[in-house]
């Protein structure tokens, strides 16, 4: 493993940040927080253009065939930018779940269109008892001669308020084991019985409640296998960890440099507040920190591209890193005092996103647990 | 490594060869490389009672005398000083510039008329010592690199040493011990690795090793790629040193009333290692760069913070 | 139309004041470590106006940079946008120069280069800030040079040029071949696609050492320096802070343009 990326790589990040710095300013993070669609329509076709919506997947499907390490480069750009927008929901949760399941026909309607910023989906999968494992899931699918029809309601459904589909994980069968008897229906969003409510959240990133009241889907639309959607799902979730790890990565160091830069300029006590131990020991710590963060993803990353097994690394990147960057940004708040409490300010943006980024795909109590289970406890 | 007790390994770090290579005459390699190379061993003598952490204001005396210098001072925490045939002292030649200036390295024989060893007795049980030059005369060619150099070259070894830390064993081996006796070990009929507080620290702290291990990788990395390590090679430094202790205490609350059990004694499980560690650990934190200081350095150099301004007066010692 | 971009790399321009010191006993600069490098802005203009002619009427594009440590990641940039080749004079002996043994050095490759239409240079460095060294290869070249453009157009064997002036602009027509240095006013500079970036892995830079290109030692880097450099220092400025009032954002605006009319700003 590497701990710096390869030329191209760099240049890759380079040119994000270059373009994340110019088009989409803080206050464009801002206005999209209080927006209801939280996508600026320009930046998502500008990003298609550049090829990154299509990063990852492969070429034959509009893409760029990106691996996961050219992702989490232009990933740790996206965090360091508070970008909007559903790239994860879209292009990762929702892409990466159809490229690796999909049929091949699915394949070559849908991922172009990603890549092409035409489509924007989204993954239903967690419900009111607000949880990431299969037991979880309640909603059902019941078959009706070439269809089925779901019922239930899906919570904290990322960017469905402006997805075309839906990808609803609903359970088909009642098995021994919660795993078995999962189905991933690709739901067309404009579908009579659907509903569509946005939650006010923490990071202004845009969580719904999504109503299925008897809503009638194709057999067509099954993605993957009937009744056997929680493997790969899984397996998807695992790898959208990686990059979501980075895109915190991104966020933290951002967090980390902005206290650092305001204790080097704040005079106080008649020197700057950076020249306090106790202020050096607060970026100590925060270096500490993010640098574990870092090299936890990479490595997590690193395995993952190579095809090797990595639900240990994963687990541990995850764990490690939605904690860090909370830690980190409330150290940032600490150091930048009264100012940085103000809206006007850009610590409380990340103060914000790392806890969403925290609590989304589990926490560091559930990966602790994961983890626990791999080293044989 | 600076010391040698119970868990922490054999004595002294082997600084003196690469050191040697790197500043001694030619002369001296011919004396010196062959004797570490047969086995000499050497004690550290860096800690004054008046130095510690703030190293640069060791007082020991290295007055010039014809060929020789004459030594007259005391040396702290000398570990090995005991056994050891040899004392690696830095010590002051010139007393009239700043006082990072006027050090120099010299290697002692710690048989020669004037030395006294005295013990001190650590609370892991180990010995360390006290070493007292009364008029030890030390012939000039002992001194190693130029004089008043003698600061940049402990500088250097003890970053060596610190990023060395970095590849301390200790730490996957104590919670790889403790992951174990969690799963094999049952406390009201279930096994302790049930528990879900048990499960939850455990996977912190081997998390936690992964940390250390990618932060020594890391620094291998820079290494290699010629980067400037001073204020990552502490990284490994201050976390494995702080994991080594939250290993031992929270190793004491998994094992309850049996990790206090003493190595040797009745019922002591795994070795009596975690007791060990609980107490052999704490030196970490502060030997070999204390955490705290080291903080600083790695926010002033890695992040450019400013550095604490100096006293305009400095307190009498 | 094939043309020819010098591009240098600098240490990057916007970095605060404070990361850079002199060392006034040398008169040079004390290398930092913190700043990160980059390509001089006005030359990645030089490179999107050749870009443009490619993308209208096709041709090739050759980079060519000269100095040392030159960071790959930073250098090969050019390559990710859809420049063709990248040329490095990337030897001890070819830095410490000044504009003219710059310009020499460029010069004596783009012959070995040898086809070229067009030769695009930045206006000036960000660093060195001398806007000389495009001049002095047009001179070494014998061909016509347009400065400060900030639109360049290839018509059938001449080039017309948007040069700018104080108060708008010029418009020129050159023949080929010609060198051309490109100003800001240019606009936006493109960003490099995903697939242009990974392609660039491909492209692998040419290292060009002085004799490869037929430099005479004594004409290169420091040993061909023409100008001495008696003081290098930073100046001190003060600056004021003041708040132009007024009832409306009108009469605010007027209020400052006056006072910018008083200390001659305007
Ligand atoms: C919502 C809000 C309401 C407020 N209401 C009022 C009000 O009604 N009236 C009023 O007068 N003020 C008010 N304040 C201001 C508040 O009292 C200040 O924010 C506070 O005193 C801290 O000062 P500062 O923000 O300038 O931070 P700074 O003083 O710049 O401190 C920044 C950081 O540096 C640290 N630091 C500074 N000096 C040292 C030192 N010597 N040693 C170690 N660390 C140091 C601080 O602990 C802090 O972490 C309000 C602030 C907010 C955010
Ligand atoms: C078992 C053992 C073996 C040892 N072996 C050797 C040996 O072989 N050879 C040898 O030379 N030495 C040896 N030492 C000495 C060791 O290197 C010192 O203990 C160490 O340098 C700390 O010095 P001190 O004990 O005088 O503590 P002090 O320097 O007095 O420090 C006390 C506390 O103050 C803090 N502090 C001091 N300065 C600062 C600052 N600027 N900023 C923030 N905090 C500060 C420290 O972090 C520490 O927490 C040994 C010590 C022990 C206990």
Known sequence: ?377 | MLWAPGLLGGLTGGVQGPIIMQHGTPEQKKEWLPKIAAGAQFALGYTEPNAGTDLASLQIRAAKDGNDYILNGQKMFSTGAHNARYHWLAARTNPEMPKHKGVSMIIADLTAPGVTVTKLTTIAGDRTNEVFYDNVRVPQTNRIGPEGEGWNITRSALAAERGDLGTFPWPKILVDELIQYAKETKRNGKPLSEDPQIRQTLAQLSMDVSVLRLFGRRLNYMIEKNQDISWSAPFSKIFESELSQRIANQGMNIMGLYGQLEQGSKYAKLKGHIELAYLTMVVRSFGGGSNLRLRSDIATRGMGLPREPQLAMPVKK | MNMIVCIKQVLDPEAPLSSFKIDPATNTMVPVTSVPFVISPFDEQAVEAALKIKDAKGGKITVISLGVNLLRDVVKKPLSLGADELILLEDPAFIGGDSWSTAYALAAAIKKVGQFDLIFCGRQAADSDSGQVGACIAEILGIPQVSVAKKVEAIDGKVKVDKVTTDGYEVVEVPTPALITVSNELGEVRFATFKGTMASKKKEPIIWKPADIGAEPAKIGAAGRRIKTRKLFQPVRDSKCEIIGGETDEDKAANLAKKLVEVKLI
Request: charge should be negative; charged fraction near 25%; aromatic fraction near 8%.
């Open chain 1, 1 to 377: 493993m590497d701990f710096d990326y390869n030329d191209e790589q760099k240049m890759l990040k380079q040119g994000a940040r270059e373009f994340f710095e110019k088009e989409c300013p803080k206050s464009l993070v801002k206005q999209m927080m209080e927006d209801e669609k939280g996508n600026p329509p320009e930046l998502w076709k500008k990003m298609s253009q550049l090829g990154w919506l299509g990063l990852i997947y492969p070429e034959k499907y509009g893409g760029g065939d990106g691996n996961m390490i050219d992702l989490i480069a232009l990933e740790e750009e996206m965090g360091r930018a508070c970008l909007p927008g559903p790239f994860l929901s879209t292009v990762l949760l929702s892409g990466l779940f159809i490229l690796h399941n999909g049929s091949e026909e699915q394949k070559k309607e849908i991922l172009p269109k990603i890549a092409g910023g035409q489509l924007i989906l989204t993954l239903a999968l967690t419900e009111q008892s607000d949880s990431y494992e299969a037991s979880a899931v309640s909603v059902e699918a019941k078959a009706e001669k070439d269809d089925y029809i779901i019922d239930g309601t899906k919570l904290f459904v990322p960017d469905a308020q402006i997805a075309d589909y839906i990808i609803c994980i609903a359970r088909t069968k009642k098995g021994d084991k919660p795993e078995d008897g999962l189905t991933a229906f690709l739901v067309d969003r404009k579908t009579p019985g659907i509903t569509i409510t946005l939650l006010k959240t923490l990071a202004g990133d845009k969580l719904c409640e999504v109503v299925f009241n008897k809503v009638k889907v194709s057999k067509k639309n099954i993605i993957g296998k009937l009744d056997q959607a929680w493997g790969p799902l899984q397996q998807t979730l695992q790898q959208v960890k990686i990059a979501q790890c980075a895109e915190m990565v991104g966020g933290a160091q951002r967090a980390l440099e902005l206290a650092a830069d305001h204790a080097k300029k704040r005079i106080q006590f008649d020197r700057p507040i950076g020249s306090f131990p106790v202020i050096h020991h607060l970026i100590a710590n925060a270096m500490m920190d993010v640098d574990a963060c870092k090299f936890l993803t990479y490595e997590a990353a690193w395995k993952f591209s190579e095809g090797m097994p990595c639900a240990k690394e994963i687990a541990m990147a995850k764990a490690w890193t939605g904690e860090a960057y909370q830690r980190t940004a409330a150290m940032g708040h600490q150091v930048l005092g009264g100012i940085g409490y103000t809206l006007d300010g850009e610590m409380h943006l990340y103060f914000r996103r790392a806890k969403s980024g925290e609590l989304t795909l589990g926490d560091g109590k559930f990966h602790r647990e994961a983890l626990a289970k791999e080293l044989g406890m």
